[in-house]
């Protein structure tokens, strides 16, 4: 069993660190080595370092945490990033001591080399999965998102989703306007607006939930997605179209 908590960075991102029992943790995509540093100083003991993709507010702490921490990391085959010392690519495993297995899925969309961690608690997904959203395509197509997405939504429905900015509450908007009638969706958002204002994180969030309530997750159900259909003037036929709209309207919002 692991236990994932949030390290706020920046703005608005986390670095996850996935502790074991044993005090044991997996540092993911530190952009900043100064929190995780100082999580080191209350008893934090690092084992692995993941990296999910190339940009800076995901790999600016890498060196210097692995200056610290002598621990392999494990991270996608990208000339743009240093320190990488395990490429992984899709279908690779990945044991460590003390956690269960991880496999490792190639999901370009957000970039082209982005990959993602999981196992039987957790998904670590980056910028291309977000609760109640998705990344943007700085590198891939849309058709490549969207698959890259279907494969996350394979997952187990308890998995839990643990995504690298709290977008959470802006999300929640676009969402609402894009399909306006979400009983599911109205509930998270009342339970994560009071984690919000009790300063906490609005995440992890969960495969299941994600499948209810994100309507990038969402377009195999074009009769929900009246907004949708509002700001076209029509509804796209083919699910590729409507995440392709839905993608372009949430760039703009």
Not at 2 to 23: E, K, L, Q, S, V
Not at 41 to 63: K, P, R, S, Y
Not at 109 to 126: V, W, Y
Not at 200 to 213: D, V
């Amino acid at each position: 069993m692991g236990n994932p908590a949030a390290i706020p960075a920046f703005t608005d991102n986390y670095i996850w660190n996935y502790r074991n029992p044993h005090g044991g943790s997996i540092v993911v995509d530190p952009g900043d080595a100064g929190p995780v540093l100082r999580a080191l100083h209350e008893g934090l003991t690092i084992e692995a370092v993941f990296i999910t993709h190339h940009h800076h507010d995901h790999i600016g702490g890498l060196t210097e945490l692995l200056e610290h921490a002598d621990v392999p990391c494990y991270g996608p085959v990208d000339a743009r990033i240093a320190g990488i010392s395990h490429p992984v690519g899709h279908g690779d495993g990945i044991c460590i001591d003390g956690f269960r297995p991880f496999t490792v899925w190639q999901i370009p969309g957000h970039t082209l080399s982005h990959i993602a961690f999981f196992n039987d608690d957790a998904l670590f997904c980056g910028d291309t999965l977000f609760s109640l959203g998705c990344g943007r395509l700085f590198e891939g197509s849309p058709e490549q998102m969207l698959h890259s997405l279907d494969l996350l939504a394979s997952l187990p429905d308890e998995t839990l989703v643990c995504c690298a900015h709290e977008y959470t509450e802006s999300n929640a908007r676009f969402a609402a306007a894009a399909e306006p009638v979400n009983a599911a969706r109205d509930a998270y958002r009342v339970e994560f607006t009071a984690k919000r204002a009790a300063g906490k994180p609005s995440l992890p969030s969960s495969i299941g939930r994600e499948k209810a309530c994100n309507p990038f997750l969402r377009v195999d159900h074009p009769e929900s997605m009246t907004g949708l259909a509002a700001h076209l003037g029509f509804m796209p036929e083919s699910r590729l179209q409507r995440f392709s709209a839905l993608r372009a309207w949430k760039d703009v919002f």
